[in-house]
């Protein structure tokens, strides 16, 4: 089945520590995209990505980091210097134009 | 940034009753979107309107954009318990990147 996949479901990270959460399309869709949520919140664009090896920062994008080397893969990497990085991240994809975003299931990231 | 008003936050009702919702905007959008997002999981794409007037329906569900496209109302009609969840909004304002404002969302609880 088509859909996008998101892992690991739940990540613990230490202290200094750099983590990577992967996210996985095969509905083919050229932009991808990141967001965090906090309980009671809107979801907080992160990075997003309309096409390979280019990405533009979102509205949160200080202590993150991302790559789009290939079409179906949009990793995501919470960096040290993201100093509350405890929350719920998402990963959307969309096709061109005006086609809606499509989410996957999210990772669940805390500290430790 | 551009945001989102959505109300209410959270509403409690008996199974079998009407529900509404919407979100308010202070500027155009031209694309408007409503999601359910279920405890831990990614949101889901209920319904996408992509006209000023549009009325659409999905099952007992059913969304309008609104005509001066500053807002969008969703419906829920004869509710069971599995409408249980967060309803988020989000719009669209064409910017060319297809970035998409979330609403806060609606929690909504169903009392069988």
Known sequence: DGGITQSPKYLFRKEGQNVTLSCEQNLNHDAMY?????????LRLIYYSQIVNDFQKGDIAEGYSVSREKKESFPLTVT???KNPTAF???ASSGTGVQPQHFGDGTRLSIL | GQQLNQSPQSMFIQEGEDVSMNCTSSSIFNTWLWYKQDPGEGPVLLI???KAGE???NGRLTAQFGITRKDSFLNISASIPS??????CAGDSGAGSYQLTFGKG?????IP
């Open chain 2, 55 to 57: 009325l659409t329906s």
């Open chain 1, 80 to 82: 040290s210097a993201q």
């Open chain 1, 89 to 91: 991240y998402l990963c």
């Open chain 2, 48 to 50: 996408a309107l992509y």
């Open chain 1, 34 to 42: 990141w967001y965090r949520q906090d309980p009671g919140q809107g």
């Open chain 2, 106 to 110: 609606t929690k909504l609880s169903v």
């Open chain 2, 83 to 88: 409408d249980v969840g967060i309803y988020f």
